[in-house]
């Protein structure tokens, strides 16, 4: 049973204050109207007025006897009534709950409010678990549609079953679309793993540990191993995630004894909901490791970009000091051709055509500081991992275009080819500018 303290379920207060009965419970002079027309004596009406004001603060009738005394004697002054008028606790006070309906107005909770119920648990049994929770949100919703509360164990009973109901159904489904070697994987994972004293589930259990670039290589063993035991995303396709993250917590926190307690329905449900968790766990830490990993590549090939610009400083220099003399010689000179003669010299004295030309692709290479021709020497001990990281991962465009897709897939069949250049009859428009010179050798597109 739920703790009702949870929820916000409206009770009494141990105690009532002469402040709350003047903030909370003070008729007004439409309600002490409606008693006195409603009672047929004194006492009626005092009983009438009573009923009234607890249906106003709680949203149901309490039993009479729970009804403070503080309370009763508080409205007996407020009609006017002598000490005397006894409010009778025994009575049967139901003929009178329609008045207070009407004059409320709101409708009694037989007449459609659990109606209200099952749809508004229908509508949030997929996305919330505990039961104070869902039956806060139910009184939310009465109380909405105008509507008396019922008691409390009735609405918590109805909610429990309902919800054990729910769960049962969904453990149902996962176990229909489970294979039997699935089914027998499942049940390997409580057993202990041959010449180790830990069960599997022991090691599924375990969390997949910090993103370091160095756990990369154990982390895809890893996913391996997991998806190798079930396909989880067919099997939760249509799952509640709420439910699917609430039964890992579950399986967590169950010991592999405890497993053989539960159905087997429940328990295919849990262990393959703790499936899915792990494998998403370590899909989001190979994922960061990889950008890690790419950010660490780029960081290596910037820091070579500006070493090799600290090297080509002085030949940068040479070149622009060739440049500066020949822009004087032809300023100097009239004579085209004896221009053309000294800036033959020029060059001839600066090392020579051949060697300014090499220079020249050798700076011209890392203009609009360009260092991705730096990268493919930097990510080369690293290719083979970072590509078997990517096919475990199973992109997904998510628009039309697959032309990225197609490119990863054609260079992961070619993994093991060990030529420079691959001929590639597949479309390159997503590559920018950049890459474009680093990666395709000519018109031809040779790459």
Not at 383 to 408: C, E, K, Y
Request: net charge positive.
């Amino acid at each position: 049973m739920t703790d009702i303290d949870r929820t916000a379920y409206p009770r009494f207060k141990p105690s009532v204050t002469r402040r709350e009965l003047e903030h909370t419970y003070r008729p007004t002079s439409e309600e002490l109207h409606f008693a006195k027309l409603t009672g047929r004596n004194d006492e009626t009406r005092l009983r009438v007025l009573v009923l009234l004001k607890v249906f106003q603060r709680l949203g149901y009738f309490p039993s009479l006897k729970s009804i403070p005394s503080a309370l009763i004697d508080y409205l007996r002054a407020a009609l006017n009534l002598i000490s005397t008028i006894p409010f009778n606790r025994k009575i049967d006070p139901s003929k009178h709950y329609r008045a207070v309906y009407r004059f409320v107005g709101v409708q009694a909770y037989k007449e459609g409010g659990q109606t209200v119920v099952e749809s508004t648990l229908r509508r949030l049994l997929s996305t919330m678990d505990d039961p104070a929770d869902l039956v806060n949100a139910i009184l939310e919703e009465l109380v909405r549609q105008r509507f008396a509360l019922p008691g409390f164990t009735v609405l918590d009973d109805y909610v429990l079953r309902v919800r054990e109901a729910y769960h049962r159904e969904l453990h149902r489904q996962v176990v229909q679309t489970l294979t039997d070697a699935e089914c027998e994987r499942l049940d390997n994972l409580l057993r202990r793993e041959p010449e180790s004293i830990y069960t599997g589930l022991y090691y599924l259990k375990q969390p997949p540990g910090p993103a370091r670039l160095t756990e990369i290589r154990d982390l895809i063993v890893r996913l391996s191993w997991l998806d190798g035991l079930l396909e989880t995303r067919k099997r939760l396709a249509n799952f509640p995630p709420a439910k699917r993250t609430l039964f890992a917590t579950q399986a967590t926190a169950l010991e592999t004894h405890d497993f053989f307690d539960l159905s087997i329905e429940r328990r295919y449900t849990l262990l393959t909901c703790l499936v899915y968790q792990a494998q998403a766990q370590v899909r989001d830490n190979l994922v960061e490791m990889f950008v890690k990993k790419l950010s660490s590549l780029h960081k290596t090939a910037i820091e070579k970009l500006e070493v090799i610009r600290q090297k080509q400083r002085e030949t940068t220099e040479n070149i622009v000091d060739t440049f500066g003399k020949i822009v004087k010689a032809a300023r100097t000179h009239e004579d085209d051709a004896e221009l053309g003669q000294d800036v033959r010299l020029l060059l001839e004295n600066a090392g020579g055509t051949a060697a300014l030309t090499e220079h020249y692709v050798s700076i011209a290479a890392y203009h609009g500081n360009n260092y991705l021709p730096l990268l493919p020497a930097s990510y080369a001990s690293s290719r083979r991992t970072l590509f078997r990281l990517l096919n475990l991962l199973q992109l997904r465009s998510t628009t039309g275009d697959v032309s990225l897709l197609d490119a990863f897939a054609y260079l992961y069949q070619h993994l093991d080819d060990r030529s420079q250049w691959l001929q590639a009859p597949i479309a390159l428009d997503f590559i920018s500018p950049k890459w474009w010179q680093v990666i395709v050798r000519d018109e031809r597109a040779e790459r």
